[in-house]
């Protein structure tokens, strides 16, 4: 069969959104099928995998990155001239991965008018980016047309139809590759005092609101107890929040950087804290609950899918100070449960999560590519809100 994959990131030229959709093509080469890939080239500093994968054997097809940042979130994603490449070769399925999910409805409507049978990833939604009114019809014919349409949680799918006020009856729920073992068990801390809580992920305060619980930590009680906090991560936030923990005065903060061995992480620390604002499914919660520990995170989509409150973890209402604030004092109330909590988390993620997400995820693109699927996609939906796809094309 012949696929290909096309990733919508622009801002970095590495994240996480890149590991289902670059493992997946690396077993499809494997498998003797043809690949082709469609990134934006970044001079000096192409990703390894990319270029692994161009000397395995796929086809790589790339565009110029935009000159600036502001030319980059301008563009919506590509011109069309870009996609000659596509029409050429004609896969038998084109997969889209969206670091978010409407960065890709424009290659999508592409596909559509080329009769390319495609599947768009959605890795994140938020309910702060509404669109407006024709960027929503136009993500409604993109993602009615898909022969699939994939989401990394059951939450921003239920967002993404609210966003494009239409119902998506041809959904797979998929899981992203993690980097702790399946069966990962590290030991617990060996004291419980101070109490040590992690805070892992990109240090993009906009999406991760690690400054509300910079906030937090600086009310009185927080300063008064016996607790850390550690980031690990690394992003463009880094600065902006160290000279924020600074002038906060806060001595029970460190910023730890990016580490690569994530079981090791959870060896020294007693839960992880994620304060974020919106999210798709974040991998670092999936790996903390491999790792058997309790998780609080905010409630958006996404986030509490995973976490039962006051069971395996713990869920602020909202991602504001004050919300946070609640679900820590809870924390704090109930930290001689923790471990219990943890062991409760290990046992519900593997329920949800399974084994090898790749693996399932390749499955599923070739199940999509079967004469059965092909003859399914074929029936037209009743969802689809404009037949003339050319006049609903986003603006570039």
């Known amino acids: 069969m012949k696929f290909a994959f096309i990733s919508t990131m622009c801002g970095a030229p590495w994240g996480g959104s890149e590991e289902l959709w ?31 994968l161009g000397q ?22 590509f011109a069309h001239s870009d996609f000659a490449w596509l029409d050429k ?6 997969v889209i991965s969206q670091g978010s999910n409407f960065d890709g409805v424009p290659c999508m409507l592409h596909a559509l008018s080329q009769r390319i049978a495609y599947v768009p990833i959605a890795h994140m939604a938020a309910s702060g980016c509404w669109p407006p009114s024709d960027e929503s019809e136009a993500g409604a014919r993109a993602y009615v047309g898909a022969r699939l349409c994939c989401f990394v949680s059951e939450g921003n799918r239920r967002l993404t139809e609210r966003q494009i006020a239409a119902r998506l009856d041809r959904v797979e729920i998929v899981r992203n590759p993690f980097n702790v073992s399946y069966d990962a068990n590290p030991a617990w801390p060996a004291s419980n005092e101070p109490l040590q809580l992690a805070c892992v992920g990109r240090l993009c305060a906009d999406a991760k609101g690690q400054d509300l619980l910079l906030d937090v930590l600086s009310r009185p009680r927080w300063r008064d107890r016996t607790l850390r906090v550690r980031f690990f991560g690394d992003g463009p936030s880094r600065g902006h929040l160290q000279r924020l923990s600074n002038m906060l005065e806060l001595e029970s903060v460190d910023f730890a950087g990016h580490v690569g ?4 992480v959870w060896s020294q620390h007693h839960a992880l804290v994620l304060a974020s604002r919106f999210e798709g499914l974040p991998i670092a919660l999936v790996e903390a609950m491999l790792c058997r520990r309790a998780a609080l995170v905010t409630d958006i989509p996404g986030n509490a899918e995973l976490i039962s409150d006051g069971i395996d973890g713990f869920v602020a209402a909202g991602p504001n100070a004050d919300m946070l604030d609640d ?14 909590m943890g062991q409760a988390a290990g046992e519900s993620i593997r329920r949800s999560v399974p084994r090898d997400p790749v693996g399932r995820f390749v499955e599923v693109l070739l199940g999509e ?7 399914r996609a074929a029936q037209p939906s009743d969802q689809c809100p404009a037949e003339n796809s050319e006049s609903q094309v986003l603006p570039i």
């Open 22 to 52: 670059s493992h997946a093509a690396e077993r499809l080469l494997a498998a003797g099928h043809e690949v082709h890939i469609g990134v934006l080239e970044w001079p000096a500093r192409q990703p390894s995998m990319i270029t692994g």
């Open 56 to 77: 395995t054997g796929a086809v790589l097809h790339m565009w110029p990155p935009p000159r600036n940042l502001r030319s980059r979130l301008k563009r919506k994603f």
């Open 89 to 94: 070769i004609h896969p038998d399925l084109l």
């Open 261 to 264: 061995d994530i079981e090791h």
């Open 327 to 340: 679900a820590m004092e809870r924390l704090w109330i109930h930290r001689d449960e923790l471990r219990a």
């Open 369 to 375: 590519t079967s004469p059965s699927h092909v003859a």
